[in-house]
């Protein structure tokens, strides 16, 4: 690709389906609530209304009067800037493939996704109930796996489809042996990072999960939630080519803006998961 062929909002397009393709926590975000960002601090409004009442209705009596909706407005802040800048040199260029400009912004794609995830997976705490749990093996793993998702469907989640589970590759691990049909008959249609599903439920493995390790084992901070749980709104606001003033190259740099929210903490559960260590 040389510098003159570089199309800002073609490739601002091919960034964004590249990171689309990498997201597994932001893959699993509700994200309608992407709007106007134009800088790091600002600040996206998420609407919502109350609850609705349902009455019994009754044959030749009037209703009564229409509720008054109370409405809601959280505010989520883009408190995330992360950048890319990277140069190709013209020996390099000459000597590669034509294709060396589109993997390098796949890699930078790669990069920035990692980078949201664990932005993301770190809001663990914020769920609206967080367990420590000590496990051993799989079966109890699925079994904590299967009480999350009951908490929710108490919460009134109605359809088990709408619950998503995500976990470390070694809780991943542990699920598959124990349940070695876990993954789902039509695997073409899996997600990224989806290896089959619990009670319904799918199952997503990321090592972007928040994992810290204690004297007693390794814990895996693992999410059970609805995508409704967290929002998230992102903006690429600068992707531009140029050449360095003191090299012979090309350069693209990028500047990627995001924020998230946890909007419904009471549909989402976090598993403390301690794995001791094996002496």
């Not at 003033?245 to 946890?262: I, S």
Request: contains cysteine; hydrophobic residues 40%.
């Amino acid at each position: 690709m040389a510098i003159t062929n570089f199309i800002p909002t073609v490739w601002s397009e091919n960034l964004y389906q590249a990171l689309d393709k990498q997201y597994i926590a932001v893959a699993n975000c509700n994200r309608e609530y992407e709007g106007d960002i134009r800088e790091k601090g600002s600040v996206v409004k998420i609407c919502g209304i109350g609850d609705i009442s349902v009455s019994d209705y009754l044959k030749g009596s009037n209703m009564t009067a229409p509720e008054a909706l109370s409405d809601t407005v959280r505010e989520l802040h883009i408190n995330q800037a992360k950048y890319f800048n990277f140069q190709i040199d013209d020996i390099d260029r000459t000597q590669a493939t034509p294709q060396l400009m589109a993997l390098a912004m796949k890699n930078a794609a790669n990069a920035l996704a990692n980078a949201a995830d664990r932005y993301i997976y770190n809001l663990y705490d914020q769920a609206g109930l967080c367990k420590n749990l000590t496990v051993a093996g799989g079966d109890e793993v699925i079994n904590h796996l299967i009480d999350a998702r009951t908490h929710l469907m108490e919460k009134n989640v109605s359809d088990p489809k709408d619950i998503i589970i995500e976990v470390s590759p070694a809780v991943a691990s542990m699920i598959m042996k124990a349940k070695i049909n876990l993954a789902s008959d039509n695997t073409d249609t899996l997600e990224n990072g989806c290896i089959g599903n619990v009670g319904g439920c799918k199952v997503f493995v990321s090592n972007n999960i928040v994992q810290e390790e204690d004297e007693s084992g390794m814990i895996h901070n693992c999410i059970v939630r609805t995508k409704r749980a967290i929002a998230f709104a992102e903006q690429l606001s600068e992707i531009e080519a140029y050449r360095p003033e003191l090299r012979f190259a090309d350069a693209v740099k990028g500047l990627h803006l995001y924020g998230a929210k946890v909007v419904y903490p009471e549909e989402m559960v976090t598993l403390s998961l301690t794995v001791p260590t094996v002496a």
